[in-house]
């Protein structure tokens, strides 16, 4: 346009015919745009996504890919995406003892020991009833099916609950067999909030009982008895400590923690019972505790090094115990010696102003909602950070539509997270998401 001017204002001066002179000027203006520049640009990005595609990852949204060379912080889930997603029961807590479980992977091929000597769990009442509490109180469901030319065992519904059941299976405790003889009812679905999961088996006309697991300290709060040798004894506050001491030395160890309880109660009481589970004003019988692991991908910690070379800030958001989300960050290389570990009741206690404050020194975060992760990345971008978050859940879209970079998950993702994503992961893992922001960075990775 500068140079129009000039062309036109000399042109005057120099005594040209001001129609002729405006013309020239006009046509120097229009052929200083190139016509073709939003095809360009199109073809530049359709190339680009066709790219990403060859890593793993389908861009929804074309200037997502723009976007991506300009990421600064990357929010991360840790199950299946910064680890393996194959979990598997280990340790169980239960009548005093410690129970090792061998066998890794979904296959149910393993034993039961104390000590290093194996048990009959059909014998021991107390495990017989956490594995049946486990297998019950589950939606999940282990396959074996013909893959090419082999079989293998697989899961179908969450890899946590997947992890009880095929640790029930090790022991001999089939789930449909199970089911057929104590019906399911009615449920409480498991609620990110409240942190537990109910469900209710028949046992007679007039009797049901309700089977619960969630979270060590959300389960002790709604028990007042518990189980031992056989017997249904008082839950004093010293047993609770030593309970919840265990948990804590399960979770330092990277293991998921989930607590075992139950309760008989009349058919005719059902709804109250339920009603009363919300306050946690119920009386359960506390039976066990269940130490499952989810082995970090060997790749997720090239990609977190790889990403922090490049000058991109790693975090990981998940609703796991904070030691457990603590030695999984630690193994990954996201925890820094200087680096803050916060829970969701943190977050809860602090304003927009407080979070933000402490954020650039946060690397991970534990036991937090789909709210808290909203927050999250609220924060983030107030700091000044181009985000790239990742989700599964329904309730994960509002933080995925806050980011710059929704990244939502192929093979666990849920339908509305993957319409409100930019991107999605084909193979759920953190690699691929630095893989995609190395395109957009071209070599900028490179040293």
């Known amino acids: 346009m500068l140079a129009s001017s000039l062309i036109l204002t000399i042109s005057l001066l120099r005594g040209f015919e001001f129609y002729q002179t405006f013309l020239f000027a006009l046509a120097a203006a229009v052929s200083a745009i190139p016509e073709g520049l939003p095809?360009?640009?199109?073809?530049?990005?359709?190339?680009?996504?066709?790219?990403?595609?060859?890593?793993?990852?389908?861009?929804?949204?074309?200037?997502?890919?723009?976007?991506?060379?300009?990421?600064?912080?990357?929010?991360?889930?840790?199950?299946?995406?910064?680890?393996?997603?194959?979990?598997?029961?280990?340790?169980?807590?239960v009548d005093n003892r410690i129970v090792k479980?061998?066998?890794?992977?979904?296959?149910?091929?393993?034993?039961?020991?104390?000590?290093?000597?194996?048990?009959?769990?059909?014998?021991?009442?107390?495990?017989?009833?956490?594995?049946?509490?486990?297998?019950?109180?589950?939606?999940?469901?282990?396959?074996?099916?013909?893959?090419?030319?082999?079989?293998?065992?697989?899961?179908?519904?969450?890899?946590?609950?997947?992890?009880?059941?095929?640790?029930?299976?090790?022991?001999?405790?089939?789930?449909?067999?199970?089911?057929?003889?104590?019906?399911?009812?009615?449920?409480v679905p498991f609620n990110p909030k409240e942190r537990y999961m109910a469900t209710f088996h028949k046992i007679s006309e007039k009797e049901l009982k309700a089977y619960v697991k969630g979270a060590p300290e959300t389960i002790l709060d709604m028990c007042s008895e518990i189980l031992e040798a056989?017997?249904?004894?008082?839950?004093?506050?010293?047993?609770?400590?030593?309970?919840?001491?265990?948990?804590?030395?399960?979770?330092?160890?990277?293991?998921?923690?989930?607590?075992?309880?139950?309760?008989?109660?009349?058919?005719?009481?059902?709804n109250d019972f339920k009603a009363n589970m919300l306050r946690k004003r119920v009386k359960l019988v506390f039976v066990g505790l269940a130490g499952m692991i989810d082995p970090p991908r060997q790749e997720a910690k090239k990609a977190v090094e790889l990403c922090k070379r490049a000058g991109i800030k790693v975090m990981m958001a998940t609703g796991y115990h904070k030691l457990t989300a603590t030695a999984i960050a630690k193994e990954l290389g996201i925890l820094e010696s200087d680096s803050e570990v916060l829970t969701g009741t943190d977050i809860d206690g602090m304003s927009d102003d407080e979070l933000d404050a402490v954020m650039e020194t946060t690397s991970v975060f534990a036991r937090v909602s789909p709210t808290h992760k909203y927050r999250i990345v609220e924060s983030l971008r107030r700091n000044g950070h181009i985000v790239a978050m990742t989700g599964d859940g329904v309730n994960d879209a509002p933080a995925l539509k806050a980011a710059e970079i929704g990244v939502a998950m192929g093979i666990t993702g849920t339908d509305v997270t993957k319409e409100t994503a930019d991107m999605v992961l084909t193979d759920d893992n953190f690699a691929s998401i630095v893989n995609v922001v190395e395109e957009g960075l071209s070599r900028r990775f490179h040293p």
């Open 39 to 93: 095809a360009v640009m199109t073809i530049t990005l359709a190339i680009g996504v066709n790219r990403i595609a060859k890593r793993n990852a389908i861009m929804r949204k074309l200037q997502a890919v723009d976007t991506l060379g300009s990421a600064t912080a990357i929010c991360s889930d840790k199950t299946g995406t910064l680890t393996t997603n194959q979990m598997t029961v280990q340790k169980i807590f």
């Open 101 to 187: 479980v061998t066998g890794v992977g979904f296959a149910p091929e393993g034993n039961f020991e104390v000590d290093d000597k194996p048990i009959d769990v059909k014998r021991d009442e107390p495990l017989s009833l956490l594995l049946q509490i486990a297998t019950l109180c589950n939606d999940a469901r282990l396959r074996h099916h013909k893959f090419n030319a082999d079989y293998r065992w697989e899961i179908y519904g969450d890899p946590t609950e997947g992890a009880l059941v095929v640790a029930a299976a090790k022991a001999g405790f089939q789930k449909d067999e199970i089911e057929e003889k104590f019906l399911r009812v009615d449920e």
């Open 230 to 270: 056989g017997k249904v004894k008082k839950l004093t506050l010293e047993k609770q400590e030593k309970i919840l001491e265990v948990s804590t030395n399960m979770a330092s160890e990277a293991l998921r923690v989930l607590a075992m309880a139950y309760q008989e109660i009349d058919a005719d009481d059902l």
